[in-house]
Nanobody, 117 residues
Framework: QVQLVESGGGLVQAGGSLRLSCAAS????????MGWYRQAPGKQRELVAG???????NYTDSVKGRFTISRDNAKNTVYLQMSSLKPDDTAVYYC???????????WGKGTLVTVSS
């Protein structure tokens, strides 16, 4: 059974930092591209950052220079280090695992990040 379990969300003041973690089980982690998505109230889910099985990364423009995605293949975990947080970053953050072949995507249940002004 595939599980993606996010942790690290919470309430933080604007300008603060948080580190999200996503622990994966039930998949061969190194064969998956990993991503962090977020969904704010009333908005569509959007890709925040992605990291390929080969450690290539990409970011949505609004988080470039503030967020860093990384992965630890030995721990089957992907991280999202978030700094200089803004109220607009408030959302539920979801972990996604996408195989390097055209296969099934998996999602975590999400972790809430709330940034107060």
């Amino acid at each position: 059974q595939v599980q993606l379990v996010e942790s690290g969300g919470g309430l933080v003041q604007a300008g603060g930092s948080l580190r999200l973690s996503c622990a994966a089980s039930g998949i061969t982690f190194i064969l998956y591209n990993m991503g962090w998505y977020r969904q704010a109230p009333g908005k569509q889910r959007e890709l925040v950052a992605g990291i390929t099985s080969g450690d290539n990364t990409n970011y949505t423009d609004s988080v470039k220079g503030r967020f860093t995605i990384s992965r630890d293949n030995a721990k089957n975990t992907v991280y999202l280090q978030m700094s200089s947080l803004k109220p607009d970053d408030t959302a539920v953050y979801y972990c996604n695992a996408r195989p390097v072949w055209n296969g099934v995507n998996y999602w975590g249940k999400g972790t809430l990040v709330t940034v107060s002004s």
